[in-house]
């Protein structure tokens, strides 16, 4: 009986899968591993990556972007600009033209009604809104009939495309949230594990900290998608236990962040049951260099401020020389493999604001940066193996946080710029003391008690405006601030502080790209205050058999699942 | 009577007796203890001679070699970055020990002065004891914390990276770890000081700091070296556990604790790398354990001779 049933259901699914290759859910079944879990599918309620990720499967924004990092219209018909009238002369509305047709997985219509709402909702000044930030200087949220939503700005915003973007900022359905404004937010659990979206997927169970379970949205835009009638996604583990269930066991069809050692992947994949992806988004790992004297010797509250200039590397030949000893494919190809590229930019994307021509730095230049010493007077003349000059010795502290790779990073370039005569004294810091800002310790990386220091940093979306922003003077950190403050270097430049103001008020995106580029090569290639290593990618692996996978770091991994198929 | 015993007495040629002499004997009878000092001298010496007979740097980057397999140029083979694994299993081992056995001695020196002085002078025991609890309830990684933070500055400067950063490290473990033995040592000097013969000792005058040196110290030796060797062991590991937080040497200084600590994430790779520094400690700590477990025996007259 059992076994008649089983080859009449065989027969049938034979019969069926030519016909079925275009439906919604033929499919069957993908597994996703996150190896953090996801414990919430609001974003607004959560910052957390993985949170915003699992809810980017079934809540879905007005635009979003694609892997190159452009804007889509996502639920709207194109994206508004200054040139279709979609952002006004003055720059401080935005209009955007909802698709038509589209519906709720609940079957009930989608409308600008539920755009409205979902900014109420994170605006409300009673809810702690994850989000908020998104919605900076929004002055009002209208929708003048159901299928347009404009969007007010207090003043002119050069970039309007913060709210209702990307994975950050999906659109909720009013119906469901409706009495959960402000401080009920938290309450209204059952809205907040299964919201209803337009998403590819709709949530069947929601177990938070470990499994969700979904299903096909019976109402999804696209007839024929998504290809998947079910899905599993797993949350927690490891990185490398989610990895090796993608590439060496196959029990996974895709893995998110799967940031191991090269070889070690290497090993996994040996199993051939997976590929592995990359992108590239904005994530750089630099040395930044004091441009004040960190001596201990000098009182507290004068170290590392503005009081006393740096006195060796306040020389830019010093600066270069250091930067030309560096062979960055090296460090990349034993840090990060494959998500890993060498870079001189400090914006190494996207396309639009990345500085193309600035790939002087990439060749170890050791001749190069020792003549560069010798023209700034920086000689070996006791003969110890040190440079000195004027009896004073270059002798360099280096500092980073605790992390195997950087610490791999530390004693190679400790053996480059030892050969170039320079002495230098590692020192690694905890992660949490180093990042912690806290103005107490000595070891933060605002205060900077050291020569040259090594991190990552990157900047959240596509604008890169904030984040150079933060190289002005007044935001070095200094005791008056408390030790906080972007401008980790100190490097001050009138000129820099007047472009990054013409940058806050220029709305046309050719040329914002233009001055991003310029600022940054001010900070790189012509003053090399920070010397840029390697360009961090994204690594995420998925199966053989799964395809139309798109990694794309401007935006949800997700962004794309209801595309995804299986690979026959 | 007296004039045979006498004439017994002196009929052995050999020299006259020595206390140490049969505190060896007795030691060399006790195989697991030959057999730890035999380890202990053969670690000792090849992390002292051994640089110079392998006179590779432990901390040269080698792009070229990077995670060899033993060869002729490399007999232990090289780590991620092509750094020479004898060369830096050496260097480590140098600073381990060096750190293990100088912080088990201050250690010691603070356990036992403050142990004895609680045990004997009734006076000083309650405020003694009571400091004694006071530094077991401190939380120890947030003290060495503080410790770091305040002094690596100012000993680095004053004595360089290394040494300085060795003091701290030696004065940081060792002023944290010293009561344990402080407790022994007070119970077994409590018990001592009411039997006879201290008893007759101070009868016939004897001063208290002949007394403690004379009779108390010699008869609390036993569990003072227990927890000595106990305490090596604990050193070097706290001493790991430290420069993986980032608060001991400098990263590219190479200790044992350092070297299994780095070669964790290649486990499953590489297992030597994380096997060798693994067996060296281990070694190290129990041949030192059992050195102690053979001192013990020898130092107690009670069992000396049987």
């Known amino acids: ?568 | 009577m007296t004039d045979t015993n006498l004439v017994t007495a002196a009929a052995p040629a050999e020299a006259p007796s020595n206390q140490w002499r049969d505190v060896w004997r007795q030691f060399r009878s006790h195989r697991g203890a030959m057999l730890g000092l035999i380890v202990f001298a053969a670690i000792l010496g090849s992390v002292i001679l051994g640089p110079f007979i392998w006179s590779m740097d432990a901390t040269f980057v080698d792009m070229r070699a990077r995670n060899q397999g033993p060869s002729g140029a490399h007999p232990l083979g090289t780590d991620q970055l092509g750094r020479d694994m004898l060369a830096r299993l050496m260097a480590g081992g140098k600073v381990s020990i060096a750190v293990g056995m100088t912080a088990m001695g201050l250690s010691i020196f603070l356990g036992t002065v403050i142990g004895i002085s609680a045990g004997f002078f009734r006076r000083l025991d309650g405020v003694l004891m009571r400091l004694t609890d006071l530094f077991l309830a401190l939380p120890l990684l947030p003290l060495l914390l503080v410790m770091v933070m305040l002094f690596r500055e100012p000993l680095s400067k004053r004595f360089g990276p290394e040494t300085g950063i060795f003091l701290l490290i030696v004065v940081a473990i060792g002023v944290t770890s010293w009561m344990q033995t402080a407790r022994i040592v007070r119970g077994e000097v409590l018990a001592l000081k009411e039997r006879e013969f201290v008893l007759a000792a101070r009868s016939i005058g004897t001063s208290p700091f002949k007394m403690i040196v004379r009779h108390i110290l010699p008869n609390v030796l036993s569990p003072i070296m227990v927890s000595a060797t106990l305490g090596i062991a604990s050193a070097i590991i706290t001493e790991s556990a430290l420069s993986f937080l980032g608060l001991g040497f400098p990263p590219d200084f190479p200790t044992w604790g350092r070297l299994l600590f780095d070669a964790v994430d290649q486990i499953q790779l590489y297992p030597m790398r994380v096997i060798l520094p693994g067996i060296a400690i281990s070694l190290t700590v129990l041949s030192v354990n059992y050195i102690g477990d053979g001192l013990r025996d020898a130092l107690d007259p009670r069992i000396r001779g049987r």
């Open chain 1, 1 to 568: 009986m059992k076994l008649m049933t089983l080859l009449l259901g065989a027969g049938a699914t034979l019969a069926l899968a030519p016909a079925a290759m275009a439906e919604r859910g033929a499919d069957g079944h993908v597994n996703v591993i996150y190896s953090q879990a996801p414990s919430i599918l609001n974003p607004y309620l959560s910052s957390g990556t993985k949170d915003i990720e699992a809810a980017s499967l079934i809540i879905e924004p007005l635009i979003r972007y694609d892997e190159t990092g452009q804007i889509l219209p996502w639920l709207v018909e194109e994206v508004p600009t200054l040139e279709n009238g979609g952002v006004s002369e003055d720059l401080t509305t935005i209009t955007y033209k909802i698709k038509p047709g589209l519906k709720w997985s609940d079957g009930t219509d989608f409308t600008a009604e539920d755009a409205v709402f979902t900014a109420e909702y994170c605006m409300h000044p009673e809810g702690g809104c994850a989000q908020l930030a998104k919605f900076e200087g929004v002055a009002s949220v209208t929708a003048p009939d159901p299928l347009t939503v404009v969007v007010t700005f207090e003043a002119p915003k050069p970039f309007p495309y913060g709210p209702f973007s990307g994975g950050q900022s999906p659109i909720i359905q009013k119906a469901q949230f409706a009495d959960c404004l402000g401080a009920r937010a938290p309450e209204c659990t059952d809205a907040n594990f299964m919201p209803i979206g337009t998403g590819g997927f709709k949530v069947d169970e929601f177990r938070p900290n470990d499994v969700i379970t979904l299903s096909a949205n019976p109402e999804y835009r696209d007839p024929a998608k998504p290809a998947f009638a079910t899905m599993t996604f797993k949350g927690g583990g490891d990185a490398a236990a989610a990895a090796r269930a993608v590439l060496e066991t196959g029990e996974f069809d895709y893995a998110w962040n799967t940031q191991l050692a090269p070889e070690v992947l290497e090993e996994m994949m040996k199993g051939g049951k997976g590929t592995l992806v990359n992108a590239f988004g904005t994530l750089v790992e630099r040395i930044e260099i004091n441009m004040t004297d960190p001596s201990p010797d000098l009182p507290e509250g004068e170290r590392s401020t503005a009081m006393h200039p740096h006195p060796i590397l306040s020389d830019i030949r010093v600066r270069t020389a250091l930067s030309k000893a560096i062979d960055r494919q090296l460090l990349s190809d034993i840090g990060y493999g494959e998500a890993g590229r060498p870079t001189c930019n400090l914006v190494p994307a996207p396309a639009m604001f990345a500085s193309t021509d600035n790939t002087g730095c990439i060749p170890q230049d050791m001749e190069g940066a020792k003549a560069l010493l010798d023209e700034a007077g920086w000689t070996d003349t006791d003969g110890d193996g040190v440079r000195d000059k004027d009896g004073m010795k270059f002798s360099m502290v280096y500092q980073t946080s605790t992390n195997a790779v950087r610490q791999d990073f530390q004693a190679i370039i400790k053996q480059w710029w030892e050969e170039l005569g320079v002495e230098v004294e590692l020192k690694n810091v905890d992660g949490s003391v180093f990042f912690g800002g806290d103005p107490g310790s000595p070891d933060t990386f605002q205060k900077f008690y050291a020569d040259v220091e090594m991190y990552a940093n990157n900047f959240d979306g596509t604008d890169p405006e904030s984040y150079l922003a933060m190289y002005t003077c007044d935001k070095a950190p200094k005791p008056e601030t408390q030790w906080q403050g972007e401008n980790i270097n100190r490097f001050c430049d009138p000129a820099y502080d007047a472009l990054v103001a013409e940058l806050g008020q220029t709305g046309e995106l050719e040329k914002r790209g233009e001055i991003a580029r310029k600022l940054n090569d001010m900070l790189t290639k012509e003053s090399m205050v920070i010397i840029p290593l390697v360009d961090r990618g994204r690594l995420s692996a998925h199966a053989n058999t799964l395809g139309g996978v798109v990694l794309n770091t401007w935006d949800s991994e997700l962004w794309n699942a209801a595309d995804w198929y299986r690979i026959k």
